[in-house]
């Protein structure tokens, strides 16, 4: 009776304990002032961001609360700040502040080492001498040297539309991408000659499918935002279940990370036997200390990142002490240019497609300009495709209305920051809405409709590039943005230098039924068209 009488108060106490933590939790943005729709206690706003979609709550909580807006995924505090003033402090001039970004996924995105080799989730100082060390891989030298790679892949894919047109099939297109923008990153990342486009058994195909479909479920991260204290049980499982996996052969990472590593052993060893790609970019990078030598002035790519080049270097350069890549980096920055830049680009890929077939004025503008290019250069390469401004255009404007990752442009506050009446404590992650930036009237005209013109030079822009981040700001932007515009400029451009892609009824309006993943949006249901030979 005593027993269960003290057992009873225990639990009790426990309860109590527990509920005015959890309160006092969900009291953080109260207590700094900052306005947001209201959290319950075990799921915060988690429920209404899951229900209505983090693209719509990105929008309707901006319009209600500003642009400085609290909530909560779980008992996981989110800031997310819109105002471009402020969104310039941070990402750019302040950026020393909020260098890192907090993990995507609660304890790590990825199991077994990789999560700290890898550039995305790397933090400080490692962050810095690793992201120095890449970016000169993706420089316009370096990337002129992947044009053939990707135009072998796009000799394929033409093939396959031939193929389609011929028999006037219909065929959905959003596939045809996915296998072309897997087997170029394959390719140009692992240095490993992929066939994802003609053979769906593809050692490579089946790995990454089974690694992208074995990532965290939506259940298990749900209870991981909900319930953090629930981490250091979650964590070791993850870990103890993915290495199990490994040992038995089964795991797609294991097996991924496995056959990078002999084509590394063997580049290491017949170095004469080079190919040119990422991978054998980052091997050489390795070999000599080609930071020394490569201009600062590239490092960081845009024009908003210039305080933060001159701060940055000056204070850190220095201090790096160590140059050089381990091998336990490659091939982990190997398999995150491969998560990073697979879905993506064909996402992108899908949508501009989607938009071409229903606006078949803005194909054959296109294609006129491809042409009329053509004329003079008579191949498809870096420079050639450097001078398709409307197809820049093109793009630009899908990557405002679908910009693949909009809720992935995250900053972890890593020292207390003020700014004005705003004060930011330190361990706070802020978000960027890239969602609502990009269909906010006071920066666009008539954001809903889909209009390249906007970002013809003749145009005025939006006064700020803070307003349009489909690829991020500042320093930690994404380093991968060059490569994927190449590669998705010189696919379009070859595509429609062949056929005129038309529209399938499920095609044919100007919404495409978008689904959300946990931080990234796809085409629900594929992009299906028909094709003619021009
Ligand atoms: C259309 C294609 C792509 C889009 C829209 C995109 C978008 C993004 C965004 C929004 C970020 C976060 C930036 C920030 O926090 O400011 C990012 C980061 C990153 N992206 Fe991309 N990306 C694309 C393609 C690629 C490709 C092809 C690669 C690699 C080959 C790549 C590699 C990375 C890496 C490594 C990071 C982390 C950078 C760091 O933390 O320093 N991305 N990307």
Redesign the pocket.
């Known amino acids: 009776m005593i027993l269960s009488l003290l057992i009873s108060l225990a639990l009790i106490s426990l309860g109590a304990y527990w509920y005015s933590w959890r309160r006092k939790k969900m009291r953080f943005f109260e207590d700094l002032g900052i306005p947001g729709p209201k959290p319950d206690l075990i799921t915060g706003n988690l429920r209404e961001y899951i229900n209505k979609g983090f693209t719509r709550c990105q929008v309707e909580w901006t319009n209600k609360y500003g642009n400085c807006v609290g909530y909560f995924l779980g008992i996981k505090p989110i800031l997310s700040i819109g105002d471009p003033d402020i969104l310039r402090d941070i990402?750019v001039k302040e950026f020393l502040s909020f260098a890192d970004?907090p993990p995507t996924i609660p304890g790590g995105q990825t199991p077994v080492g990789l999560a700290s080799d890898?550039?995305?989730?790397?933090k400080g100082q490692s962050?810095k001498r690793?992201?120095n060390i890449?970016t000169p891989t993706?420089s316009s030298s370096k990337l002129k040297q992947l044009t053939q790679l990707i135009n072998d892949a796009v000799g394929i894919l033409l093939n396959k539309i031939r193929e389609k047109a011929s028999k006037r099939q219909r065929f959905d297109i959003y596939q045809f991408y996915e296998q072309i923008t897997l087997d170029i990153?394959g390719r140009?990342?692992f240095g490993i000659k992929t066939n994802s486009q003609t053979d769906t058994n593809d050692f490579f195909l089946i790995n990454v499918q089974q690694m992208l479909k074995s990532s965290i479920s939506k259940t298990a991260f749900i209870i991981q935002l909900c319930f953090p204290e629930l981490l250091p049980f979650f964590i070791p499982f993850r870990r103890l279940v993915e290495l199990i996996r490994m040992w038995r052969g089964n795991s797609p990472i294991g097996q991924l990370l496995e056959a990078c590593a002999k084509v590394v052993k063997l580049r290491k060893k017949s170095p004469k036997e080079q190919r040119i790609d990422?991978l054998q970019l980052m091997l050489d990078a390795q070999m000599s200390d080609e930071l020394e030598t490569f201009p600062k002035s590239e490092l960081t790519s845009d024009n908003d990142s210039q305080c933060f080049k001159t701060k940055l270097f000056n204070e850190n350069l220095s201090d790096m002490g160590q140059h050089s890549i381990s091998n336990s980096e490659i091939l982990a920055?190997c398999l995150?240019?491969?998560l990073?830049?697979?879905e993506?680009?064909c996402?992108?890929l899908g949508f501009t497609t989607h938009f071409l077939v229903n606006h078949p004025q803005v194909q054959e503008k296109l294609r006129k300009e491809i042409n009329s290019v053509l004329e003079k250069e008579k191949a498809l390469d870096y420079s050639s495709i450097s001078k398709l401004q409307y197809l820049d255009q093109v793009l630009s404007e899908v990557?405002r209305m679908y910009?693949?990752?909009?809720a992935?442009?995250?900053?972890e506050c890593i020292r207390d920051y003020r700014y004005g009446t705003l004060y930011i404590p330190k361990g706070t992650t802020v978000q960027?809405p890239?969602w609502a930036l990009h269909y906010n009237p006071d920066y666009w005209t008539e954001p809903e409709t889909f209009d390249p013109e906007r970002f013809s030079p003749n145009e005025s822009q939006p006064t700020t590039s803070m307003v349009y981040?489909?690829?991020?700001?500042?320093?930690?932007?994404?380093?991968?943005?060059r490569?994927?515009?190449l590669?998705?400029k010189i696919i379009v451009a070859q595509i429609l230098r062949y056929f005129i892609l038309k529209p399938d009824e499920k095609t044919e309006n100007e919404k495409i039924m978008m689904k959300e993943k946990l931080f990234q949006i796809v085409p629900r249901f594929g992009v299906i068209v028909s094709a003619e030979s021009v």
């Open positions: 990402q970004r890898a550039l995305i989730s790397l962050w690793v992201r890449l993706f990153i140009a990342a990422l920055n995150l240019f491969l990073a830049g697979y993506t680009t996402t992108t990557l910009p693949p990752v909009p992935f442009v995250n900053r960027v890239v981040q489909p690829f991020g700001e500042g320093p930690r932007n994404c380093i991968g943005k490569f994927a515009l590669e998705m």
